[in-house]
């Protein structure tokens, strides 16, 4: 298989380690608090599933649907963003529906990638805003990931060294995985920074609505006056009504770039199963009570991470948003790295976590630890990782010299 051409750009997906390891010690008997992978654990809400159900068997719903999603799937997201952002979209031009956002970058970056095309990417960032140009040909130049006038900086250098010149830069707020969350201002700079040097701007925000400051929702980059012209919105079902494994997600925004994602997809999927779409229209015209319970949910689950594993004797940042906590790894272990010290908490504290060098190099002292395990196992793995901290002395002492391979 690493003949293949695709393949070969492709590493050892990091997460698959951690995921053996799990699978091992589960197959052994060990209870493993998973707070790896942003699975979420709630249920999507009652009135989606009922019309899920309604739906199901009726005439016609078994058929191909449409690739680029229902006509009252896409009128339903327009809505929500002329609700949400006060943003008005075409849902005939200006919004796709996709299977998940996940699918809708990748075939982005089919759409619009030539062999040897660079692409600017925030580092750590979610593995597929890189990997799918990477499958697409492209090639990969870093940029910081938190929005400040740093990011801007090191993208005006990376542009200025870049041979070609860049075609298009991604950013992803509230981010996965490191819950950065960007200001209006930050969009207006980075709307005028792809002006100036011609890049299209791919912004994911399928974290819109898991947020914690409720006077400060997470705005969205077409909000910017302009930002049509150069820019594509990627949202999703998946965390807002808990619905990850429906697969329904949205590229919103410039018209030219959606007709090259439309097309693309038309020849490779007839879109969701049309129950589901239809579901997923009725949880965004519906009552939004459920994304706010959603919302108390994390939270609760954010402040008893922070309290119980800051008693552990492990510093945990408070997010503002995402269903994430991005956290250094304590300083006796962080010459290890993240891979080996996610397979240590496994192994030594039946606590499993995402490790940071799976989202780029720059994540390699930190580990993402997902708030999709209720508040009770949280302070149980807390009482776990207390423990393994306190024994690790003589738990490890045959583990020296703790050198991370470079």
């Known amino acids: 298989m690493s003949d293949f051409y695709r393949i070969k750009r492709l590493p050892p997906y990091v997460f698959e380690q951690v995921n053996r390891i799990k699978a091992a010690a589960r197959a052994n008997g060990a209870d493993i608090i998973d707070l790896g992978m942003g699975n979420p654990d709630l249920q999507a809400p009652q009135h989606v599933i009922d019309k899920l159900v309604e739906t199901v068997g009726k005439p016609r719903t078994d058929r191909y649907s449409a690739s680029k999603g229902i006509g009252g799937l896409r009128r339903a997201q327009a809505g929500y963003y002329e609700r949400r952002f006060g943003v008005k979209l075409n849902p005939d031009t ?168 439309a097309r693309v997809k038309s020849y490779l999927d007839y879109g969701a199963f049309t129950p589901v779409q239809v579901a997923a229209t009725a949880a965004l015209n519906g009552p939004d009570d459920c994304i706010r319970e959603m919302r108390a949910t994390y939270k609760r689950r954010r402040d008893v991470m922070v309290d119980s594993f800051g008693k552990a004797g492990w510093d945990v940042p408070v997010p503002t948003a995402s269903m994430f906590a991005w956290v250094q790894i304590p300083e006796k272990f962080r010459s290890l790295g993240s891979l080996e010290f996610s397979k240590l908490l496994v192994e030594k504290a039946d606590v499993a976590v995402a490790p940071g ?16 395990e209720n508040e009770q196992r949280i302070r149980q793995a807390a009482r776990n990782i207390r423990k393994f901290f306190d024994q690790a002395d003589q738990m490890l002492h045959n583990v020296v010299p703790m050198v991370r391979r470079g």
């Open 357 to 372: 060098i799976g989202f780029g190099e720059h994540g390699d002292d930190y580990v993402r630890i997902a708030l999709v």
């Open 94 to 261: 200006q919004v796709v529906a996709t299977l998940g956002s996940k699918e809708g970058f990748a075939n982005m970056a089919q759409a619009i990638t030539e062999p040897g095309d660079v692409i600017l990417v925030p580092n750590p960032s979610y593995p597929i805003h890189a990997f799918g140009f990477l499958m697409a040909g492209g090639v990969i130049r870093s940029v910081p990931a938190e929005p400040t006038p740093d990011f801007f900086v090191a993208a005006e250098r990376a542009v200025a060294h870049s041979i070609p010149k860049p075609v298009a830069l991604v950013v992803c707020y509230p981010s996965n995985p490191t819950a950065y969350v960007a200001s209006l201002d930050f969009y207006r700079d980075l709307v005028a920074f792809a002006k100036k040097h011609e890049l299209i701007l791919l912004s994911d925000l399928a974290y819109s609505e898991v947020y914690f400051d409720e006077s400060n929702p997470p705005p969205s980059i077409l909000q910017v006056p302009g930002a049509m012209d150069v820019a594509v919105e990627f949202t999703s079902m998946s965390k807002t009504f808990s619905m990850a494994g429906w697969r329904i997600g949205f590229a919103v925004g410039n018209e030219r770039l959606l007709a090259a994602l």
